[in-house]
């Protein structure tokens, strides 16, 4: 039986043929509701939007006049309306509103692997690179003065005292003593622990 017979049936009284009318034309309101879930989004799935389009078919039934056209027609019609009113979007300027084409973070996704992700997991976040670079400059930082303190460690008290107050403190030393602390922090055994530092 068409669309329009059943339709038309309907509207003589015969309310028992509804469900037989949705079975009909709701593949067409699931993938109408899958594009508006898609692009509009709103909070609502596409099971919501199905529901609506339960809904604007009992709309659209009330309003078709045999004769006049093909129901999926009509229904096409009462189904946008009713999409545009149930996801917020009455105006030319609300489906324009940036706020309103906004996508969640948590839309599914897959990666070329076909792992399911979010789309969360692949836009970059600069204030967590910038959180990261901070982590691995502290990090960085807390070694090499480790590596320097063992260095300085190995040294005796006047050459250790020599090297802190010229490089640290930015005072005169005796040079004799400086260069005997800078020669045994290029030996081999201690400078191999700075070396990465410089």
């Known amino acids: 039986m068409t669309n329009e017979e059943l339709a ?3 509207q003589s009284g015969e309310r028992g043929k ?27 799935e596409v099971e919501d939007y199905a529901q609506v389009g339960f809904l604007a078919m009992l709309d659209a039934l ?35 509103d940036p706020l309103q084409t906004s996508m969640s973070l948590e839309m599914p996704l897959q990666d070329g692997d076909g792992k399911q992700i979010s789309l969360s997991d692949v836009i970059p976040d600069k204030s967590a690179e910038r959180d990261v670079e901070r982590v691995v400059e502290l990090d960085f930082a807390r070694r090499r003065r480790a590596a320097v303190r063992q260095a300085l460690s190995g040294l005796p008290e006047d050459q250790r005292r020599a090297v802190i107050l010229r490089y640290w403190a930015g005072q005169p030393v005796d040079p004799k003593t400086h260069q005997e602390a800078l020669r045994a922090l290029r030996r081999p055994a201690v400078s191999r622990g700075l070396r990465e530092y410089l």
Do not use: C, P
């Open 62 to 96: 009330g309003s078709w006049k045999n004769g006049e056209g093909r129901f999926l027609t009509w229904y096409a019609m009462r189904l946008k309306a009713a999409f545009t009113a149930s996801s917020g979007q009455r105006t030319q300027r609300d489906r324009m």
């Open 8 to 10: 038309s049936m309907i």
């Open 18 to 44: 509804v469900l037989e009318l949705w079975e009909q034309v709701r593949r067409f309101a699931w993938q109408q509701g899958k594009k508006w879930a898609a692009y509009h989004g709103h909070g609502m």
